[in-house]
T-cell receptor, first 116, second 112 residues
Framework: GAGVSQSPRYKVAKRGQDVALRCDPI?????LFWYQQALGQGPEFLTY????????KSGLPSDRFFAERPEGSVSTLKIQRTQQEDSAVYLC??????????????FGPGTRLTVL | DQQVKQNSPSLSVQEGRISILNCDYT??????FLWYKKYPAEGPTFLIS?????DKNEDGRFTVFLNKSAKHLSLHIVPSQPGDSAVYFC???????????FGPGTSLSVIP
C-alpha cells in the first residue's frame, strides 16, 4: 500500500525495558511527525523532521525519548527505560508540506505500547 | 493548558440530520485549522481544513465555519450517514509549516 506504515502494531514492555518503534512514511513525503495519544485524548506532538533534520523536538516528554530519521525516509522512535506512564498509542504522520496542503498530514495506524 | 478544546466528548445524531461539531481555541496565533476523522484501530484521516483568511470552506457534505473573533470553529455534516460514526479531532497550527495541536476529540454516533 501507499500509506504510512508503523511497526510493531502492538508492543508490551516490562518497566525499564527499551523499545524501538518504526515508521515508514509515504514515499517522497518531506516531513515526518511523531505523536503520543493517551486514552481518550487527542494526539500530542512529540517531534518533527524535515528530511533527515529534526527541526522540533519540543514535545518529547523526557530525555528517555529519542527519535531519528537518518536517511530522510524511515524513522525510529526509541524509548529508553520505559515507565508505565509511557503507555499510549504512538502515531507517525507524514506530509508533503507544499501549499496549499495546509499541513495536511497522513497518519499511520499507530503502535499501541503497554508498559507493565 | 489546552489550546484546542472540544467540549462535547460525544454526540448522537439521527441519520439524514445535520451533525454539528464544535471547537474552541485559545491561541490567537493559530492561522490554520483542520478536522480529522478517526475510526477505531486506525490513524486519523484528514477531512477538511480552513485558513484564517476564510470563514467557510465546503467539501461535499462537510463544511467548516471559522469565527476568528470568537476563536471558534465548527464542522457541519449534512446529511449525516452511519459511516460518519467516528471520533472527530479539531486541530490548529500557527502556519502551514508548524506543528499541529489537536483537541481531545468528539465521538459522533449516527443512528440509522
Amino acid at each position: 500500500g501507499a500509506g504510512v506504515s508503523q511497526s510493531p502494531r502492538y508492543k508490551v514492555a516490562k518497566r525499564g525495558q527499551d523499545v524501538a518503534l518504526r515508521c515508514d512514511p509515504i514515499s517522497g513525503h518531506v516531513s515526518l511527525f511523531w505523536y503520543q495519544q493517551a486514552l481518550g485524548q487527542g494526539p500530542e506532538f512529540l517531534t518533527y523532521f524535515q528530511n533527515e533534520a529534526q527541526l522540533d523536538k519540543s514535545g518529547l516528554p523526557s530525555d528517555r525519548f529519542f527519535a531519528e530519521r537518518p536517511e530522510g525516509s524511515v524513522s525510529t522512535l526509541k524509548i529508553q527505560r520505559t515507565q508505565q506512564e509511557d503507555s499510549a498509542v504512538y502515531l507517525c504522520a507524514s506530509s508533503l508540506q507544499l501549499a496549499p496542503s495546509y499541513n495536511e498530514q497522513f497518519f499511520g495506524p499507530g503502535t499501541r505500547l503497554t508498559v507493565l | 493548558d489546552q489550546q484546542v478544546k472540544q467540549n462535547s466528548p460525544s454526540l448522537s445524531v439521527q441519520e439524514g440530520r445535520i451533525s454539528i461539531l464544535n471547537c474552541d481555541y485559545t491561541n490567537s496565533m493559530f492561522d490554520y485549522f483542520l478536522w480529522y476523522k478517526k475510526y477505531p484501530a486506525e490513524g486519523p484521516t484528514f477531512l477538511i481544513s480552513i485558513s484564517s483568511i476564510k470563514d467557510k470552506n465546503e467539501d461535499g457534505r462537510f463544511t467548516v465555519f471559522l469565527n476568528k473573533s470568537a476563536k471558534h470553529l465548527s464542522l457541519h455534516i449534512v446529511p449525516s450517514q452511519p459511516g460518519d460514526s467516528a471520533v472527530y479531532f479539531c486541530a490548529a497550527s500557527k502556519t502551514s509549516y508548524d506543528k499541529v495541536i489537536f483537541g481531545p476529540g468528539t465521538s459522533l454516533s449516527v443512528i440509522p
